[in-house]
């Protein structure tokens, strides 16, 4: 299914979404799953995004189907320019090893665990 067949707003030429987005990142992205759904189509800068806010379809793009949606040449670069090769820029075979090396990590009771620190700094960020 091509990109722009998918529901998405009506945008500014050429910068897209950019200055709502840059406004309010969150809020921008809640106000689009609102109004058109979980799966949803922006631009920024004339580059297609696609915004996917469901879990089960989330899990199918970045599991199932990960050696058939590949990540840009472009954007690849840009990421590895300032983090190197990691998971965020890898993709194959040495993305499903760096994956699998993480996982631990992120297993349920864990990720509980974290809970209580991720609390605590977002109470430090938004006090007044």
Do not use: C
Request: glycine letters at 8%; proline letters at 9%; zero cysteines.
């Amino acid at each position: 299914m091509p990109v722009s067949t998918l529901p998405g707003p009506q945008e500014t030429p050429i910068v897209g979404s950019l200055f709502k987005m840059a406004d309010d990142p969150i809020e921008f992205m809640r106000d689009l799953v609102t109004r058109f759904g979980p799966v949803v189509r922006f631009t920024l800068l004339g580059r297609p995004m696609v915004l996917i806010a469901d879990p089960a379809l989330a899990q199918k793009v970045l599991v199932e189907y990960a050696d058939v949606i590949l990540k840009g040449q472009r954007d690849r670069a840009i990421f590895a320019k300032f983090t190197g090769i990691n998971l965020l820029t890898d993709e194959g075979a040495p993305h499903r090893k760096r994956r699998k090396l993480m996982a631990p990590a992120f297993h349920y009771k864990r990720v509980q665990s974290y809970g209580a620190i991720m609390t605590g700094y977002t109470a430090e960020q938004i006090a007044p």
